[in-house]
């Protein structure tokens, strides 16, 4: 420890007369002390509620961002939607030749607070595992310490993706701090509204197309593979949001007095669920997985990414898979229809003995990028006229009610289209020699990642190739309670990014 | 007007001294008067929270029925039960020759106040219809004055049952007033659980045989035909409570990361309830409807019951109706399955993009006479198993989650069997010419009420026939937010008691 102490001196005496070369093997270390030195502005960024259903929680994050990526020698710029803004943050380079964008989002999906096992889900609080695999909180205070790399920080948008803001900030002190100037110049486009489904960002991308020009796009976002291996992403799933609800008697009616006789919105919800879909969970609508062939060369890329899908399935507690492809891998190749969320009538001790009035299904489509969104929503559409539902877009009118057997309503948000780029350019190729020199092995690379990031409004617009680089746990319950980063994953993304941006272009 | 007051006088003077025959064509003129001077006692009642979910407010309601029996010059006994006690009130008479047990159920449905239209649904409020058929607010001042019959309290239990209840306590001071005596005791078996499924009142039955011991059962709870016409009912459906629940991954999925490889419990549960039901709304559990069968005779008094189906179904606001029967109350005679609530993951505003964790739907059983509630459960617990589920009581355990595809949790409870008494009996012709008297005409007559009540455990053990009386309307929004009662059927109830006290028996 003592050498290490004296190198650092050493090192701080020198930064401010010189740049100073990082050698590829000081990565480790310095991701580490930069870590450590992160963890008070780390919690003061987690400690703002997140939720973009609330812009005024949202005003104090975005300020907090002007003034972190200012701090860093950044020009911030608010680019106005109508509604929440987006940031763009640039910083120019005297030898680029060319310019990347880094996109990182800020926003946190809602929190139900009743089901954290802590007090406030904005409150950073650091915890281990103990024997029986249970997660005890301990001290904050042990962050100034010797740090377990297994310990993890749980706090809402701690991996998704407060977590990369920090590292890429990090990163940044790194390269201020020896003087490295990245051969391109950096803009970063800050999302505020990412787990809303970034309503203003296609047209904002349009609106801002000269700001944001650039040669490619990093995504800083996402868990890595399971393994948890270094991973490089180079396509993601698309979505879309569907909201269902069929319509029973006009209000609540006694269980009793009309049971058999007044048709139960609950039931007709189940079996028009149960329409679409297979029981082996393959999605019964004609049409849904048109356009999609996986050659025997993709599937060879995609068995090569190091999947224990009998860990995998232990890990999430299931006995069995959908039977949509043969790999884990490959089933993320296909759109998804899938229920997010049912509610009808009353349950568990508020349960009432009537039939409810109607039954609500939210639901995703998590589109591919042979699959348009339009496309995919309109052959749901279709399936439900042809169950013989009438579709509204809100309520029934009474002239409706008393018409039509079964009536539905349909709301559809097409969120942003998939996105997929090639594993062999110029960005991918740039990206893997980076991640070799600061993990000494090839990243494992995925084709498409499950989750949905807006990037297909960039690479559409700005005509970019992207990939994703993600970096936090995989099991970081990210959109659930108790979500959560693994330190030695946040000081590895510190290392992520600290060699992408000493990585030439 | 004047003559009226001045017969009132005449009338008070008399009550000191002698017993004065009621007659028939002063019902009217009584039961209002006695209705207006109840008003205050009866907000009162109303006003106490009366879940049998919170014991605690239960107590004030047994102090209360206590205190208001004993006014009476009932004798009034609690029966322990190990629980919510139930109370026993007993009024003998000299000349008795037979004994009357009467049933009063005084909990009420849980109330989500989110959805009552006023502060507080324990606060009594009145309200009339506008132009615009909208319930408007009117001051509770107004009971002091004339009447609108078609005026309605909204409270919880304004109907179900508290409503009954002061009716019965009325009709007993008006023959206390007027010296009346019935021909026969009367025992008042007062239900604090009837919500709740009365789940201690089967074996208090039993434990109380003698103390219960009587001729017969009158039960002065639920809504009169639909044509708001007198009614008799003569039986009713009982009821049993199923909760299902399917397990889906350990905790909530991000649904981009899982999607089409992660089976979705939501999905699986609404299969399932699809699988029970057919889309006509018939049950397609083999065995359902096995042992009813409906002469052309039954048939016939069936169709009696004049039921405006074009009407009900405007009410309710419905287009067709379950393919069970012909007639409404036909479709009665057979035993449903309903579907009361479903919940998984979040919908609405809280929306999550995942893969719930499990899916849940609380269900009930309405059985009739020929169908026990142990065979019914037993069917569809088989069919639970015939599609593939393994089942458990509470969570599964690991080794299950790994071993079965399927997981539901499947709980029930048997609150009590159904009862019918046939029309030609004893108590059939005495409440009939009780009712006549009252009304001028027959009452019409219902073979079995959709709704339950806990009457089974009477019949069955104290080997007695049981005859409802219900007097509220049917539009009361029982079991609902904005439960109301009419004033007229509140008059008209406190007219149809009084009546069957002073009819010989």
């Known amino acids: 420890m003592k050498k290490y102490y004296i190198g650092l001196i050493l090192l701080f005496t020198l930064l401010d007369s010189y740049a100073q070369e990082i050698q590829d093997n000081e990565l480790d270390k310095l991701s580490l002390r930069y870590a450590k030195s992160s963890f008070d502005e780390f919690i003061n960024l987690l400690s703002l509620p997140n939720d973009a259903h609330f812009p005024n929680d949202i005003k ?70 103990d024997a029986a695999k249970k997660w005890n909180t301990i001290p904050i205070t042990k962050l100034e310490g010797d740090i377990n790399p297994d310990w993890r920080i749980f706090a809402r948008s701690a991996s998704d993706a407060k977590g990369p803001v920090m590292m890429f900030l990090k990163a940044m002190d790194i390269i201020n701090d020896f003087k490295q100037e990245p051969n391109y110049n950096i803009k970063v486009i800050l999302d505020f509204e990412e787990e809303i489904s970034s309503p203003r960002l296609p047209k904002a991308v349009i609106d ?31 979505i879309t949001r569907l909201s269902l609800e069929v319509f029973g008697p006009r209000a609540p009616q006694h269980s ?81 229809l899938g229920i997010l969320g049912l509610r009808s009538g009353w349950t568990g001790n508020e349960t009432r003995t009537i039939i409810p009035s109607s039954a609500i299904a939210e639901m995703n489509i998590r589109l591919v990028k042979e699959t348009s969104a339009q496309r995919m929503v309109d052959l749901v559409k279709q399936h439900i006229i042809k169950e013989g539902y009438h579709i509204v877009d809100s309520l029934p009118t009474e002239k409706e009610r008393m018409e039509y057997p079964k009536i539905v309503r349909f709301n559809y948000n097409i969120a942003y289209d998939a996105f997929r780029t090639d594993f062999d350019t110029e960005i991918g190729r740039w990206l893997r020699k980076a991640m070799n020199r600061a993990f000494g092995s090839a990243p494992v690379q995925i084709r498409t990642g499950g989750g949905s990031i807006p990037i297909s409004p960039f690479v559409n617009t700005l005509n970019i190739p992207a990939v994703i680089v993600p970096t936090v746990n995989k099991d970081n319950n990210q959109h659930s309670p108790n979500e959560n980063i693994r330190l030695g994953n946040y000081i590895d993304g510190i290392k992520t990014v600290t060699a992408i941006l000493t990585q030439e272009l």
Chains 1, 2 share one sequence.
């Open 60 to 129: 104090k994050n975005i300020q907090w961002c002007e003034s972190a990526f200012a701090n860093r020698g950044f020009i911030t710029k608010k680019l106005t939607t109508g509604g929440i803004p987006l940031i763009l943050a640039n910083k120019n380079y005297k030898n680029a030749k060319k310019t990347v964008l880094v996109y990182l989002q800020v926003d946190g999906q809602p929190v139900d607070t009743t089901k954290w096992f802590q007090e406030n889900p904005y409150k950073a609080t650091l915890k281990e595992l």
């Open 256 to 336: 009793g007095h009309y049971g058999n006789y007044v048709p139960n919105p609950a039931l007709k919800l189940s079996q028009l669920l149960a329409s679409m879909m297979q029981d082996d969970g393959r999605v019964a609508i004609p049409g849904w997985y048109d356009g999609i062939e996986i050659s025997p060369e993709i599937k060879k890329i995609l068995r090569e990414v190091p999947d224990d899908e009998k860990t995998i399935r232990n890990k999430l507690g299931i006995a069995s898979i959908d039977n949509i492809a043969e790999t884990y891998q490959e089933s993320i190749q296909y759109p998804s």
């Open 208 to 238: 801002y197309k000269e700001e944001l020009a650039s040669d490619m796009l990093v995504i800083f976002d996402g868990p890595r593979h399971i393994s948890n291996q270094p991973t490089l992403t180079y396509g993601a799933r698309g």
